[in-house]
């Protein structure tokens, strides 16, 4: 089977994956982060009266016209009306509401004016510029109007959607449920941390670090184990992720070794291979399957190899599976800060972090270390930035275009 470029890849397996049908109701206090399953219309206007953005004092602009510091308007003092309380009385000509921020403004009333803008006394408030109707009083449903589309599904639940929610007497949002997916690491020489590494061991970071971006991508990680190298133990623990998860992601065994088995146990239970590597550096080594309607993302062992393409190519299938309304990746342009001395004879990401200290120009901090092995330098890194296949060695100031992962 030929190779793929990554992003004919990434846009296949997109095309391929589907959200999931479950939802499920979430209390607002655990709903961040979660994945609207339903468009959310608003029920009520926000804020649902008119209100007063300012302490102050509420009066009809009318009589008002004209004042100034040579002649100022003087006007009785009808009622003090704090945020949380109501109003009495209307407002008529010549008089004035003493108002706290938040209250809602009386009716008689068209505008209000700051208390350090007048004169007062426990009776009186005098003016001393003139006001138009509407000054200073914020309208009900200047933020949100009864009957308009809030947010749409498929919208990630932020901070100030949850205060949005509550606003609107939503307690229990209808979300989507995180899609369970398996993760699957394979390799006679894991062991698990905090074991005695002995005999060539190494320890199963793979584990953690895919049950790490799983959860960050709003999945649930289910753990299906660490199988040794043979295509029946390997195609055993599939079998069994199949039956409990809507995807999995595997690592290891999928290069062309004597030991790489993962291929083959696709093969054994019938899953359709759809990529079999890609023209990529790191993470060409891989390979995509479909088996019932569930995709199964196969990895390279190597743990940043690994962690490159699946950012690269993986994660937007993910977040579509989450239900999320724009599953793919945020690109921008960026300028590397530092010399890449390597050629490019295939496509290669550079991974780094963004940095915006430079007025009017995002630049990348490249990682110091590249290689597929190299984990920690990928810690809080936050861009994939794309080398064109064939090209040289890049000067620092050279602009690629670069994959945002999170902000």
């Given at each position: 089977?030929?190779?793929?470029?990554?992003?004919?890849?990434?846009?296949?397996?997109?095309?391929?994956?589907?959200?999931?049908?479950?939802?499920?109701?979430?209390?607002?206090?655990?709903?961040?982060?979660?994945?609207?399953?339903?468009?959310?219309?608003?029920?009520?206007?926000?804020?649902?009266?008119?209100?007063?953005?300012?302490?102050?004092?509420?009066?009809?602009a009318a009589g008002t016209a004209g004042a100034s510091r040579e002649n100022p308007v003087t006007l009785k003092i009808?009622?003090?009306?704090?945020?949380?309380?109501?109003?009495?009385?209307?407002?008529?000509?010549?008089?004035?509401?003493?108002?706290?921020?938040?209250?809602?403004?009386?009716?008689?009333?068209?505008?209000?004016?700051?208390?350090?803008?007048?004169?007062?006394?426990?009776?009186?408030?005098?003016?001393?510029?003139?006001?138009?109707?509407?000054?200073?009083?914020?309208?009900?449903?200047?933020?949100?109007?009864?009957?308009?589309?809030?947010?749409?599904?498929?919208?990630?639940?932020?901070?100030?959607?949850?205060?949005?929610?509550?606003?609107?007497?939503?307690?229990?949002?209808?979300?989507?449920?995180?899609?369970?997916?398996?993760?699957?690491?394979?390799?006679?020489?894991?062991?698990?941390?905090?074991?005695?590494?002995?005999?060539?061991?190494?320890?199963?970071?793979?584990?953690?670090?895919?049950?790490?971006?799983?959860?960050?991508?709003?999945?649930?990680?289910?753990?299906?184990?660490?199988?040794?190298?043979?295509v029946e133990a390997i195609a055993q623990a599939l079998e069994a992720g199949l039956s409990q998860c809507d995807a999995?992601?595997?690592?290891?065994?999928?290069?062309?070794?004597?030991?790489?088995?993962?291929?083959?146990?696709?093969?054994?239970?019938?899953?359709?291979?759809?990529?079999?590597?890609?023209?990529?550096?790191?993470?060409?080594?891989?390979?995509?399957?479909?088996?019932?309607?569930?995709?199964?993302?196969?990895?390279?062992?190597?743990?940043?190899?690994?962690?490159?393409?699946?950012?690269?190519?993986?994660?937007?299938?993910?977040?579509?599976?989450?239900?999320?309304?724009?599953?793919?990746?945020?690109?921008?342009?960026?300028?590397?800060?530092?010399?890449?001395?390597?050629?490019?004879?295939?496509?290669?990401?550079?991974?780094?972090?963004?940095?915006?200290?430079?007025?009017?120009?995002?630049?990348?901090?490249?990682?110091?270390?590249?290689?597929?092995?190299?984990?920690?330098?990928?810690?809080?890194?936050?861009?994939?930035?794309?080398?064109?296949?064939?090209?040289?060695?890049?000067?620092?100031?050279?602009?690629?275009?670069?994959?945002?992962?999170?902000?």
């Open positions: 089977m030929p190779k793929t470029s990554f992003t004919q890849a990434r846009d296949l397996l997109l095309s391929l994956s589907t959200p999931i049908s479950r939802t499920e109701r979430v209390p607002l206090t655990f709903a961040l982060g979660r994945v609207l399953a339903e468009d959310v219309i608003a029920q009520s206007d926000v804020p649902p009266f008119d209100r007063s953005p300012y302490d102050g004092y509420a009066f009809q009808l009622e003090e009306v704090p945020a949380g309380s109501m109003w009495s009385r209307p407002v008529t000509p010549g008089t004035a509401t003493k108002i706290l921020t938040g209250a809602p403004i009386p009716p008689g009333a068209d505008a209000v004016t700051k208390y350090e803008d007048t004169k007062f006394t426990a009776e009186t408030v005098t003016l001393f510029a003139p006001s138009r109707p509407g000054d200073n009083i914020v309208p009900q449903g200047e933020d949100v109007h009864t009957g308009d589309l809030l947010v749409p599904r498929g919208t990630m639940i932020d901070a100030a959607l949850l205060g949005s929610l509550a606003s609107q007497g939503m307690t229990e949002p209808l979300a989507c449920a995180r899609p369970k997916v398996g993760v699957l690491t394979t390799g006679s020489e894991l062991a698990e941390a905090g074991d005695t590494l002995s005999g060539g061991r190494i320890v199963n970071s793979n584990r953690y670090t895919f049950q790490g971006v799983l959860s960050e991508a709003g999945c649930e990680p289910v753990f299906l184990g660490a199988p040794g190298d043979t999995i992601v595997t690592t290891g065994g999928v290069s062309v070794g004597d030991y790489d088995m993962t291929p083959a146990a696709l093969d054994a239970i019938g899953a359709e291979t759809l990529v079999r590597e890609l023209d990529l550096k790191p993470g060409g080594a891989c390979a995509y399957a479909r088996k019932d309607g569930r995709l199964i993302f196969c990895l390279s062992g190597n743990p940043a190899s690994a962690l490159t393409n699946y950012y690269a190519v993986v994660l937007p299938a993910l977040r579509k599976l989450t239900g999320l309304g724009t599953p793919e990746l945020p690109s921008l342009r960026v300028r590397i800060k530092t010399d890449y001395p390597k050629r490019s004879p295939k496509t290669r990401l550079l991974r780094g972090r963004l940095d915006l200290s430079g007025e009017g120009v995002a630049w990348m901090e490249l990682a110091e270390a590249q290689g597929n092995g190299v984990l920690h330098t990928m810690i809080g890194c936050n861009l994939l930035a794309v080398v064109p296949a064939g090209s040289g060695r890049l000067a620092a100031g050279t602009e690629l275009e670069a994959y945002l992962l999170f902000f």
